[in-house]
């Protein structure tokens, strides 16, 4: 009996590795963004969505890097989610050149976001990425950009500039 649940318990490790992913909430600038760590042996981190994001105010930095038991990870993405319906990031969102990739519907329905700088660092922008973000006037994307999701800046109604380089 033992070794068969020894077995199973293996075999759930083995099959969601995401269950032993490490989360923590990372302070920077006065607010407070949750990360997963990616790779542990990378040291790579990504935002992720902790439920709690109306917190936040105004702008938002995100930084290159952040602290995690002792230890530095590098900001490399902003996960699916991760800033979904803030309605208190009311101006920018600051990304920096680590992150690479920008998740499924990070930004959706940030009412208030008015603009966002993508850098060249990012490659790929999930679908409904800016989905209802009713308050972007413009974008720049970057020619790192190799991929846009579907409906990305679908119902953003006061877009009036979007730039799209011809690597999409």
């Known amino acids: 009996m033992n070794k068969l649940l020894l ?3 293996l075999g759930m490790i083995v099959t969601f590795p995401q269950a032993l992913a490490q989360t923590f909430n990372y302070t920077y600038e ?3 963004i949750t990360y997963t760590v990616d790779s542990e042996s990378d040291k790579t ?9 109306n917190g936040f105010t105004g702008e938002v930095i995100i930084p290159s890097y952040v602290e995690y038991n002792e230890e530095t990870y590098t900001v490399t993405g902003i996960g699916d989610l991760a800033f979904f319906c803030c309605i208190g990031l009311t ?3 600051i990304i920096p050149e680590s992150v ?6 990070a930004f959706c329905y940030c009412i208030g976001l008015i603009s966002v700088n993508i850098p060249e660092s990012v490659t790929s922008i999930g679908k409904k990425a800016f989905f209802g973000c009713t308050g972007l006037t413009s974008v720049n994307i ?3 950009v190799t991929s846009i999701g579907e409906a990305t800046f679908y119902d953003c ?12």
């Open 7 to 9: 077995t199973f318990l």
């Open 30 to 32: 006065g607010q407070t």
């Open 45 to 53: 981190v990504f935002i992720t969505s902790d439920n709690n994001h």
């Open 91 to 93: 101006t920018s969102v």
């Open 100 to 105: 690479t990739s920008i998740g499924e519907e």
């Open 142 to 144: 970057p020619e790192s």
């Open 157 to 168: 109604s006061s877009l009036t500039s979007v730039t799209i380089p011809n690597s999409v």
